[in-house]
Structures are given as C-alpha cells and as structure tokens.
C-alpha cells in the first residue's frame, strides 16, 4: 500500500464547498475526496475546478484525493490540467467501463506531468466501477491499470449502478453481492491493493445498518469504505482496523509458528486453533495493518 497508505475511510466534500475541507481533514478519515463530478452543478463546474487547484496548492494535501469527471466527458481534461499540477495525493475516476478507459486516463495524466515537469507516472489513480459494463469488463480495467501502474485500487458505486440496472439498494445488498464480489478478486488478481467500497446511503442516521453494511464489505474483501457524512467515519475505521485482541492473537501464532519452525515442528495450535502457513500468513497481514495505521495515526 505504498502510494496511498490504507485506506479504511475516504470522505466525500463538495468541490464548491471548500469551506468544508478543512472540517473533513479534522475528522479521522484516512482521506478526504473532494469531488468535482456529481456534487457539484454544471454551471459551477470551471470555478469549483479553479478553487480546488487553489486549495491544493496552498498546503499539505497529503491526504486529499480529487474526483475529476468522467474520461468519456468533455470536462476531464480541464480538471487533470488544473489539478494535477497542484499535488493531490491521487485522483478517482468515474465511470471506468473499459482497458481503453484505463489507457486513456493514464496518458492524459501523463502529458500534464510532463508538461509540468513532475515525475511521469507518480500520481496514483482509484478506478471507479459503477456501471454493468464496468462490472463485466473488471478483469480487463483491473489488469490494464497494474500494467500502466498508475491505478492503485477501483472502488465501487452502488448508486449508478443500481441505476444502470433498473434495480434500487436495498438493507439487505443481495443486488450488490455479484458486482462486489467480482470487483475484489479482480483487484486481487491483478495485483492491486484490495478496493473501497460503495457509500452507505440508506439512512446516513443509522450507524448500526452502516457497521453491517461496512463488516460485509469487510468480508468481501474491500480494505475501507467512501463516506458521504462525517458520522459514518469512525464506524467505518474501527469496522476496518485490527482490534487489539486480533493483534494480540497475531502476535501470538507468528511467534510460535516460527518457534515452531526453528524446533523442526509441523502443524501447531495456538489458543485451541489449527495454526498452518495460511493462518500465519493471516496474521503477518493483520500486523503489517497494524503497523500501517499507527504510523499513519
């Protein structure tokens, strides 16, 4: 996870609010994703851009991703070439269908870092799926942005794609179970860091459906979840963190597993459990997480 650090939380902020991203760095969100897309209308569209690239270049935005609009639109370039320049610490980009999308996106990004003189390659991009076409093209986006290595993860919008399907979100997420699924073996697969998953959008007041909601995608196989209001962020970082007692336990199997190993010893348990390479290489995660997210505390 060297580009962007581990991501349990990215907070959403209007692009014409920028009154309102100071307020989302105060939070615990891992990072904040100023959005010049769908939170921002298109008659604003050329003076939210501007005033990004202002914020940006003002200070540390180390923990600030840009939403820019859709590679298909006639509004992407604008964004790249005004934001670019001004250091973000990555972009998303919506609506990814296809390699060629992926393609795209990397060399427009590109001639505006070598028009700027930064290092070719060095912005880091989060892939956004929310369309069919998306879902039944990931093997092909997911390989397509490790070979450009520009793409650090995708992530997931359930809103337009329950549009583009006709279908609605619903408490229970079975509509979400197949693009979910498909999207982190994907990502798995061709070497990216695991996803973030969709916001949770039905009840921004019910913080109990919301750690539901973030410990499926958990189980899935996501490494956070995109939020949409500040009181969703410590459910969805604790939901995504290692509890003191999984690092304890961590602890514990790698230690006796490498006793273990040094003594010439097979199979081992540990607290009751059945301890092999798996279950070791489990934990080793579990305390590289860990690590991670003390020092980025």
Known sequence: MAALGAIRS???VPGNRLDRVDKALA????????DLEDAVPPAQKAEARAGVA???SQGDSSRVLVRVNAVDGDLVEADLEAVVPAGPAG???PKVQSADDVERVHGMISAVEEAAGLESGALPVIAL??????????????????????VHTCAFGAADYTLDLGTSISASGEELIYPRSRITLACRAAGLEPPLDTPYLI???????????????????FQGKLCIHPNQVEVINRVFSPTQAEIRFAAKVVAAFEEAEAAGQGAISVEGKMVDKPVVDEARRTMRLAALLDEQD
């Open 91 to 93: 972009l998303m980009v």
């Open 203 to 221: 009840d921004l007041k019910d913080l109990d459906a919301l750690e539901i909601d973030a410990r499926r995608a958990k189980q899935f196989g």
């Open 54 to 56: 202002g914020y940006l």
């Open 27 to 34: 939070t615990p969100a891992d990072m904040v994703l100023i």
């Open 129 to 150: 799926i929310e369309t069919a076409m998306g879902v039944v093209n990931l093997d092909a986006i997911a390989l397509a942005g490790a070979g450009t290595g520009r």
């Open 10 to 12: 990215a907070l959403f």
